[in-house]
C-alpha cells in the first residue's frame, strides 16, 4: 500500500548524484521567486521511501511558449493553475526513485489538488502518461569532452573557434569558485541583459539566486579592463557539468566575440577537471551543434481536470510547444 506525504523542501539524498540536486532544488526555492511554489511529493510502500518527485505551482500563460506576435498577444488573457512535476529552472526533469505506473497514477492524484492543469517537464518522449498531452519541449545540447576534443574535430570548424576565442584575446579571463559577494549586483545585472532579450521567458531569477547558488557553483569571468562584461555559471558533480547562466553585456560583447568565448572557456574548464560531458543550456542551437553537441529531446505533459479542456489541449498542442525561431 502506498502512501505520500507532501514535504516542503527536498528529503536527504534526493538526486544526490546529479549536479542539480537537494542542495541545488533548495537553493532555487530559497531565492525568492514569488511566481512559484515548491514541493516534493515523497512515496512510502510499506514505510519505506521509493519515490520522490519535485513540484511546483505557478499562474501559467497558455501563450507562454509563442513568439511575440498576434497570436501570444490573442492567447494572452488564458491562464490555468499550472501543477507541474519537475523543477521550473532545471532543463531536464527528474523523478528519484520508482516512476511506476502505479506510483504515477498516485501522484497525480496528489497533483490535482494543487491545481487545474497538471504536468511534467522536461521528460522523455515515452514517459507512460495516459490521458495527459505531450508536447515537443526544448532540446538540451550536451557535448561529450575528453582529452581529444579539439583533435577529433574536422580542421576547419577547430581553425574556426580558435578564431572566435583569438577575438576575445583582449579581455581579461578568471575563474573562481563561487560568487565573490562585491559581484553578486553586476552579475546579476548582466543576467537581466540575457533575460530580457530573450524571446522565450518562463523564470525571472532573483539575486538571491546567484547568493544561494554560489557554494554549488563554479564562475568564469570576463573583463574589459576593470569591468565585468561577461559571466557563465557552472554547476558539476560527478561527470556531469551543466552550464547553467550566463550574462553579458550586449553593447560590448559583439567587439570581442565574448559570447562565443564564453561557451569555448566553459568547455576548456570541464575537459581540464574531467567532465564526461556538458550540458550547454537550451538556446542557441546552431552555435552549440558546431561545438558538436547533440541535441537531447525533451517532452512536456499536460492534462487539465476537465475532459473537454482537456481535449482542447490536444486540439492546441502546437500552441504549447518552442516555435521554429526558439530551435535556431
Same mark, same amino acid.
Not at 546529479?18 to 542542495?23: F, H, I, S
Given at each position: 500500500?502506498?502512501?505520500?506525504?507532501?514535504?516542503?523542501?527536498?528529503?536527504?539524498?534526493?538526486?544526490?548524484?546529479?549536479?542539480?540536486?537537494?542542495?541545488?532544488?533548495?537553493?532555487?526555492?530559497?531565492?525568492?521567486?514569488?511566481?512559484?511554489?515548491?514541493?516534493?511529493?515523497?512515496?512510502?510502500?510499506?514505510?519505506?521511501?521509493?519515490?520522490?518527485?519535485?513540484?511546483?505551482?505557478?499562474?501559467?500563460?497558455? #501563450?507562454?511558449?509563442?513568439?511575440?506576435? %498576434?497570436?501570444? %498577444?490573442?492567447? #494572452? %488573457?488564458?491562464?490555468?493553475?499550472?501543477?507541474?512535476?519537475? #523543477?521550473?529552472?532545471?532543463?531536464?526533469?527528474?523523478?528519484?526513485?520508482?516512476?511506476?505506473?502505479?506510483?504515477?497514477?498516485?501522484?497525480?492524484?496528489?497533483?490535482? *489538488?494543487?491545481?487545474?492543469?497538471?504536468?511534467?517537464?522536461?521528460?522523455?518522449?515515452?514517459?507512460?502518461?495516459?490521458?495527459?498531452?505531450?508536447?515537443?519541449?526544448?532540446?538540451?545540447?550536451?557535448?561529450?569532452?575528453?582529452?581529444?576534443?579539439?583533435?577529433?574535430? *574536422?580542421?576547419?570548424?577547430?581553425?574556426?573557434?580558435?578564431?572566435?576565442?583569438?577575438?576575445?584575446?583582449?579581455?581579461?579571463?578568471?575563474?573562481?569558485?563561487?560568487?565573490?559577494?562585491?559581484?553578486?549586483?553586476?552579475?546579476?545585472?548582466?543576467?537581466?541583459?540575457?533575460? +530580457?532579450?530573450?524571446?522565450?521567458?518562463?523564470?525571472?531569477?532573483?539575486?538571491?539566486?546567484?547568493?544561494?547558488?554560489?557554494?554549488?557553483? +563554479?564562475?568564469?569571468?570576463?573583463?574589459?579592463?576593470?569591468?565585468?562584461?561577461?559571466?557563465?555559471?557552472?554547476?558539476? *558533480?560527478?561527470?556531469?557539468?551543466?552550464?547553467?547562466?550566463?550574462?553579458?553585456?550586449?553593447?560590448?560583447?559583439?567587439?570581442?566575440?565574448?559570447?562565443?568565448?564564453?561557451?569555448?572557456?566553459?568547455?576548456?574548464?570541464?575537459?581540464?577537471?574531467?567532465?564526461?560531458?556538458?550540458?550547454?543550456?537550451?538556446?542557441?542551437?546552431?552555435?552549440?551543434?558546431?561545438?558538436?553537441?547533440?541535441?537531447?529531446?525533451?517532452?512536456?505533459?499536460?492534462? +487539465?481536470?476537465?475532459?473537454?479542456? #482537456? %481535449?482542447?489541449?490536444? *486540439?492546441?498542442?502546437?500552441?504549447?510547444?518552442?516555435?521554429?525561431?526558439?530551435?535556431?
Amino acid at each position: 500500500m502506498l502512501r505520500i506525504e507532501d514535504l516542503a523542501f527536498p528529503p536527504e539524498g534526493f538526486l544526490h548524484d546529479e549536479p542539480e540536486g537537494a542542495e541545488y532544488y533548495q537553493a532555487v526555492q530559497m531565492a525568492g521567486m514569488d511566481d512559484f511554489r515548491f514541493g516534493y511529493f515523497t512515496v512510502y510502500r510499506a514505510d519505506r521511501l521509493v519515490t520522490v518527485a519535485p513540484y511546483f505551482v505557478m499562474d501559467f500563460r497558455l #501563450n507562454t511558449l509563442l513568439p511575440n506576435g %498576434w497570436l501570444k %498577444w490573442s492567447l #494572452n %488573457w488564458i491562464r490555468f493553475k499550472l501543477a507541474c512535476i519537475g #523543477n521550473p529552472i532545471t532543463d531536464v526533469g527528474r523523478i528519484h526513485g520508482d516512476a511506476s505506473a502505479e506510483i504515477r497514477s498516485a501522484i497525480n492524484g496528489e497533483l490535482a *489538488k494543487k491545481g487545474s492543469l497538471l504536468a511534467y517537464k522536461g521528460f522523455g518522449q515515452d514517459l507512460p502518461l495516459p490521458e495527459f498531452v505531450p508536447a515537443i519541449g526544448l532540446p538540451v545540447p550536451v557535448l561529450q569532452l575528453g582529452q581529444d576534443y579539439y583533435q577529433s574535430m *574536422k580542421s576547419d570548424r577547430r581553425n574556426l573557434l580558435k578564431r572566435k576565442l583569438k577575438k576575445s584575446a583582449a579581455l581579461r579571463y578568471e575563474e573562481c569558485a563561487g560568487l565573490p559577494e562585491h559581484l553578486v549586483a553586476r552579475v546579476y545585472q548582466l543576467y537581466l541583459n540575457t533575460y +530580457h532579450k530573450a524571446g522565450l521567458k518562463f523564470e525571472k531569477l532573483t539575486p538571491d539566486y546567484f547568493v544561494n547558488t554560489s557554494a554549488l557553483s +563554479h564562475y568564469l569571468f570576463f573583463f574589459l579592463e576593470d569591468e565585468l562584461i561577461g559571466f557563465t555559471q557552472l554547476i558539476g *558533480k560527478g561527470q556531469q557539468l551543466v552550464n547553467r547562466y550566463i550574462g553579458l553585456d550586449y553593447g560590448k560583447s559583439n567587439d570581442y566575440g565574448l559570447y562565443f568565448a564564453m561557451f569555448i572557456r566553459a568547455i576548456d574548464f570541464g575537459i581540464r577537471k574531467g567532465f564526461a560531458e556538458i550540458e550547454l543550456g537550451a538556446t542557441s542551437y546552431e552555435f552549440k551543434r558546431i561545438l558538436g553537441a547533440r541535441q537531447l529531446p525533451t517532452w512536456n505533459y499536460y492534462r +487539465h481536470t476537465i475532459p473537454l479542456l #482537456n %481535449w482542447l489541449l490536444g *486540439k492546441l498542442r502546437s500552441v504549447l510547444e518552442p516555435s521554429e525561431s526558439e530551435l535556431r
